[in-house]
């Protein structure tokens, strides 16, 4: 039986089947080692800084690709709401934005001075290419989603009950791991599932394939952090 058809019977979206398919590269991309030294509190503070610094530029790259996302929206979504959802998103990087200019003061860490490592530049090449018209609204939306969620299970799962995540980190891991952005990330996956049910072979594989380019980018991206160990 087809994935797609599989997934009808199972009642589940699309998406959940893939994350079920890909368990250990997803895991690998939200159980982390650094995501777990947070959650255990041995994390070494000169990693933490390490992805705060690049996670900024990140961020920075990110706020035009989720622009992207918005009007390809606009222009090819079959429901108005959709627009709405992204739009949440887009309009709270500000704010992100400002988190981590004050983080990294808070760190006296100066972010100008920070240059990109290569997995971040990997990724923010991947976020341009997905910038292109020629990349449908179903590939795009997914990406979006798969990008959001592996830090909200990530940090999710630094607040669980009996983590020792150390004070000075938990505003971050509240940042991602909070309610509010749980729900919003659900709401991107209901749009993504959405779209994946309606869209043809083609597309679906390169959801799919844009999924585990996605995954294998956060865990290189995690990684960077290693230089620190
Ligand atoms: C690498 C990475 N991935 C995801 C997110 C969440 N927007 C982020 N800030 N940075």
Redesign the pocket.
Known sequence: MEEKAKAEEKKIGMTETWLRKHRLLYDGATRHPLILSIRDGTINIASFKTWLA??YL??RA?VPFSASVLIKAWKESDESGDVEVILGGVAS?ED?ISWFKREANKWGISLSDVVPQQA?IN?CRLLEKLMSPEVEYTVAITAFWA??A???ESFAHCIEEGSKTPAELKETCMR?GNEGFGQYCQSLQKIADRRLQKASDDELKKAEVMLLS?LE??VE??NMSRGNV
């Open positions: 690049q996670d990140f961020v990110f990087l992100e971040n990724y990008i959001e592996v830090y909200q991602w996605v980018h956060e991206f995690w």
